[in-house]
T-cell receptor
Framework: KAGVTQTPRYLIKTRGQQVTLSCSPI?????VSWYQQTPGQGLQFLFE???????NKGNFPGRFSGRQFSNSRSEMNVSTLELGDSALYLC???????????FGEGSRLTVL | GIQVEQSPPDLILQEGANSTLRCNFS?????LQWFHQNPWGQLINLFY???GTKQNGRLSATTVATERYSLLYISSSQTTDSGVYFC???????????FGTGTRLQVTL
């Protein structure tokens, strides 16, 4: 069974640009959640999608958005990038309940 | 929201030593997981343990939900055990994990 797949793995952007990250969950999993990891703030929850609906949202500005497709794949978008958006973005999937979450390898974003 | 605290923040061990990592949480949880973050950033699942005790090779974990803490035991540590260990808890109905600040473990020869 394939794991959680995130693309791209690494990317470099400049301030003011936008970026789209993709996440394909484990087959059969309907929940995809996104997390941001920075040295200063640690691992923080961004949002979660379940059956194409945003079910929960963390405390991030509106520049951070996401969506989920009918095949459960998810994308997150960050617009008007700031230097502070440089981070490791991790995606996790599970069956939508209280079960175990499984993480992808992450997308490492650098904003110059 | 729920608070998750891990201790110690840093730990240096010689190869072969044993260690105990602790995770305290401030409210009832539906799920608790332990992860090891590898040098490339991926979170590797160690245990899914909302309560009770589990063992996997040299690693074991115990969660006492009524007292709101969990322990991760590493026995006969190896250099490959180095990295950051995170505890994360899930509350409510959505799949939102709240992470602790982690324990950075370094195992030396």
């Amino acid at each position: 069974k394939a794991g959680v797949t995130q693309t791209p793995r690494y990317l470099i952007k400049t301030r003011g640009q936008q970026v789209t990250l993709s996440c394909s969950p484990i087959s059969g999993h309907r929940s995809v959640s996104w997390y941001q990891q920075t040295p200063g703030q640690g691992l923080q929850f961004l949002f979660e999608y379940f059956s194409e609906t945003q079910r929960n949202k963390g405390n991030f500005p509106g520049r951070f958005s996401g969506r989920q497709f009918s095949n459960s794949r998810s994308e997150m978008n960050v617009s008007t990038l700031e230097l502070g958006d440089s981070a490791l973005y991790l995606c996790a999937s599970n069956d939508g309940g209280n079960g175990e979450l499984f993480f992808g390898e992450g997308s490492r974003l650098t904003v110059l | 929201g729920i608070q998750v605290e891990q201790s110690p923040p840093d730990l240096i061990l010689q190869e072969g030593a044993n260690s105990t990592l602790r995770c305290n949480f401030s409210d009832s949880v539906n799920n608790l997981q332990w992860f090891h973050q590898n040098p490339w950033g991926q979170l590797i699942n160690l245990f899914y343990i909302p309560s009770g005790t589990k063992q996997n090779g040299r690693l074991s974990a115990t969660t006492v939900a009524t007292e709101r803490y969990s322990l991760l035991y590493i026995s006969s540590s190896q250099t490959t055990d180095s990295g950051v260990y995170f505890c994360a808890v899930l509350t409510g109905t959505a799949s939102k994990l709240t992470f602790g600040t982690g324990t950075r473990l370094q195992v030396t020869l």
